[in-house]
């Protein structure tokens, strides 16, 4: 058999599995049993979006966000930047096909509040962020 051929057979039989998610889900700081698929990605999503990222070891560089790189920023600037943040935060993880910034609304002159919607291989849900400049 051809080499070239036996490789293209083999690529041909290669195919994607996506495993299950299954992890501990966590209310009020406390582990409350295990869930799965878009629960957990619910919360994977929250946890991402209160996660600053570089600080702990424990993740790598693509896992967190960069909200801090905006305090004593001006109102202006935070709200194009935190659009940016929110939308390479999510990305980083694999199972969040796209991103939508529905909108942004200043709560004080300290902080912002996206509405999100964050499509998954799960399904697509709503979500809010609070950003504090």
């Not at 036996?6 to 209310?27: A, G, K």
């Not at 004593?72 to 390479?88: C, F, L, S």
């Amino acid at each position: 058999m051809d080499n070239d051929l036996f490789q293209d057979e083999i690529e041909n039989s290669i195919e994607e599995v996506t495993l299950p998610t299954l992890t501990y889900q966590v209310v009020n700081g406390r582990v409350q049993g295990m869930i799965d698929e878009q629960t957990a990605m619910r919360q994977a999503i929250d946890k991402i979006l209160r996660t600053e990222r570089f600080v702990f070891p424990i993740y790598d560089d693509q896992y967190g966000n960069d909200f801090i790189e905006l305090i004593g920023k001006d109102m202006p600037y935070a709200k194009n930047e935190v659009q940016r943040m929110i939308n390479e935060a999510l990305l980083g993880d694999d199972r969040v096909v796209n991103v939508n910034v529905d909108d942004i609304q200043e709560i004080d002159a300290s902080s912002l509040e996206a509405k999100v919607t964050v499509e998954t291989i799960f399904g697509d849900f709503d979500t809010k962020v609070e950003v504090t400049m």
